[in-house]
């Protein structure tokens, strides 16, 4: 018994550690020292110091060779990556036929893919329009709402570099984004309506509208998509772009974000 003590004395110390450079402090500071991190968990420095050691050697922690603080790993957001692409994978769902119930339309998860969106999960109302044929397939990023969704927190710059290679062709009879510049502008149209909005650009009689889910850090991890007819949703778009916010804000909260309140 005492040697469980003592593991779970270990555990929680460590977990607290970890927490405490998840912390508002550690983050704007880029990192804590011992001295200070075994102020907040209200631990001895020599076993702050030995905990986070041990901590270095398996990469949650690693220390600033130049102000010798600690922050977390590489190692300890690879982890949590994995862990937020189940959690998205579990938690979406429940949500996405909630708007579906609310809306009578299909909705889609979608993922980026370089300069291309992939969607991966798919719910859909009785009249099903066209809803077994997504998920697995990939299409531009440019032309779609979903993709343009995923592209919310884009700079120009970094527009620039994801599309370098890309040649802006048309896929329905609307074109809006010829080059990264018209992109950039759709974008920020988006970002300012906290939702992609998309009519005839990826294929004739269809619109659609998507709006990003954040993760626990604030990352942009998936899109959440309506498509449907358009003389079934074009005199709703915004209705629906609300909705599809709003839903999207519910998943990104489920997956520990932050600013699931500001989508």
């Known amino acids: 018994m005492p040697a469980e003590r003592a593991g779970s004395s270990g555990l929680r110390r460590d977990i607290d550690l970890l927490q405490a450079l998840a912390g508002d402090e550690a983050l704007q500071r880029g990192g804590l020292g011992v001295v200070r991190l075994a102020e907040l968990v209200q631990r001895e420095k020599s076993q702050v110091s030995r905990a986070l050691r041990a901590l270095e050697k398996v990469g949650l922690v690693e220390r600033d060779p130049v102000t010798r603080e600690y922050r977390l790993g590489w190692q300890l957001f690879g982890l949590a990556a994995r862990v937020g692409d189940m959690r998205l994978l579990q938690s979406a769902p429940p949500i996405m036929r909630a708007l579906v119930d609310e809306l009578g339309e299909s909705v889609h998860l ?154």
């Not at 048309?170 to 970002?191: K, N």
């Not at 294929?203 to 993760?215: I, M, T």
Request: one cysteine or more; glycine letters at 6%.
């Open 110 to 263: 979608c993922v980026l893919q370089a300069n291309q969106v992939l969607t991966v999960l798919t719910e859909a109302p009785v009249h099903a329009f066209r809803a077994t044929g997504w998920v697995g397939r990939t299409f531009p990023a440019y032309c779609s709402s979903s993709g343009r969704a995923l592209l919310i927190d884009y700079t120009l710059d970094e527009l620039a570099r994801r599309f370098l290679h890309t040649t802006f062709e048309p896929y329905g009879p609307v074109q809006l984004v010829h080059s990264v510049a018209d992109l950039f502008q759709q974008v920020q149209i988006a970002r300012r309506a906290g939702y992609a909005a998309v009519c005839e650009e990826f294929e004739a009689e269809l619109v659609g509208v998507s709006a990003p889910v954040r993760d626990f850090r604030g990352r942009i991890v998936a899109s959440l998509n309506i498509s449907a007819p358009k003389f079934r949703l074009h005199d709703k778009l915004d209705l629906a772009g609300r909705a599809a916010a709003s839903y999207a804000a519910q998943i990104s909260a489920r997956m520990g974000s932050v600013r699931a309140a500001d989508i």
